[in-house]
């Protein structure tokens, strides 16, 4: 699905939620979120395609592909926290949104404790070859 179809399915689909919401609140609701999934599963199908880019174009340029697992492990965390905060936002559930950003940093977190390990290793080193 390319931009411009993406696009128009989701002003489609905004425009009828708005229409439908002082008829019937739920079937807005629904049609918004049935329009929304559709779209992100077609991203998530495009994004496999650019990782699977990035990981040749990491390996070409001799990178730790680890490292660049990682960072597209926490892109993926980032944008599914994000969806899912907005979506409770849009159902009127406030106290779900703020856990879903919780869970969302707390999962980056956990993420990126092998780098800075990494990183605090490195540095030790490098004050064990000065001293």
């Known amino acids: ?3 411009y179809t993406s696009i ?3 002003m489609l689909t905004a425009m009828a939620a708005f229409t439908l919401r002082d008829i019937n609140r739920n079937a ?3 049609i918004a979120i049935a329009g929304g ?3 992100m599963l077609n991203v998530i199908a495009a994004f496999s395609g650019i990782t699977d880019e990035v990981k040749l174009i990491a390996v070409s340029g001799d990178l730790d592909i ?3 697992g990682i960072i597209l492990k ?3 965390i980032s944008y599914m926290a994000h969806v899912a905060s907005e979506l409770c936002r849009d159902m009127d559930e406030n106290a779900l ?3 879903a950003e919780i869970v969302g940093r707390v999962m980056l977190l956990s993420l990126a404790l092998p780098i800075v390990r ?3 290793e490195s540095l030790i080193e490098l004050v064990k070859l000065s001293t």
Do not use: E, F, R, Y
């Open 118 to 120: 990494s990183i605090a």
């Open 66 to 68: 680890d490292l660049i």
């Open 8 to 10: 128009g399915l989701i």
């Open 28 to 30: 807005a609701v629904n």
């Open 1 to 3: 699905m390319d931009i």
């Open 74 to 76: 926490a892109i993926g």
């Open 97 to 99: 949104a703020a856990k």
């Open 37 to 39: 999934a559709v779209v």
